[in-house]
């Protein structure tokens, strides 16, 4: 698991530790994200049927970016506890946002007092080798925003930066 840093913007919250990891399948990629924490002090939203909804990350919500390596473009994920998630596709940085082709996605979550822990596995097609950034969006019960990222650029949390992408994934398993 990768460690994610917390923007130095933020205040400290509930949640003291966000780590992720990826790995590219045969047919898309397979993530896991773990928060560690007081858990029940953040909003997680409720369970839910799985399906594509948008405004995802305005709440608790973990996110990939693919890019693949030396491209411009780029595909968002916005993966909710509740099992709702999107994908979006970017020409080059935050333009021409559109729904992405996804095959499928089923999130799976559980849950403790002192962890969330997200399974994402994704369908669809992910060029290789791409650039990856893994990053979390945390709200706490007072509504005060956490932003978590493998690295930062300067200035406000910015996830579709390329200096968030510090992950390279050569190869299909």
């Known amino acids: 698991m990768h460690p994610l840093l917390l923007h130095p913007d933020c205040a ?8 992720a990891d990826i790995e590219t399948t045969s047919g898309g990629c397979r993530a896991r994200f773990r ?7 953040i909003k997680v939203p409720p369970h839910a049927a799985s399906a594509r909804a948008d405004h995802l990350w305005k709440t608790t919500c973990l996110e990939i970016f693919w890019q693949p390596h030396g491209g411009k473009s780029y595909r968002e994920f916005n993966l909710s506890p509740s099992s ?3 994908s979006y596709d970017f020409d080059d940085y935050r333009l021409n946002s559109r729904d992405a082709a996804v095959d499928a996605i089923a999130i799976s979550t559980s849950r403790t007092d002192s962890e969330l822990v997200l399974e994402a596995s994704i369908a669809s097609d992910l060029p290789v080798p791409a650039d990856i950034a893994l990053t979390a969006i945390v709200e706490d019960a007072e509504g005060t925003i956490q932003y978590w990222a493998l690295a930062f650029a300067d200035g406000k949390p910015d996830f579709h930066n390329t200096t968030c992408r510090m992950i390279t994934l050569e190869n299909r398993l």
Not at 35 to 41: K, M, N, P, V
Request: hydrophobic share 50%; net charge neutral.
């Open 35 to 41: 928060l560690q924490g007081d858990i029940a002090a």
């Open 12 to 19: 400290e919250g509930p949640v003291k530790a966000v780590s």
């Open 84 to 86: 709702r998630w999107a």
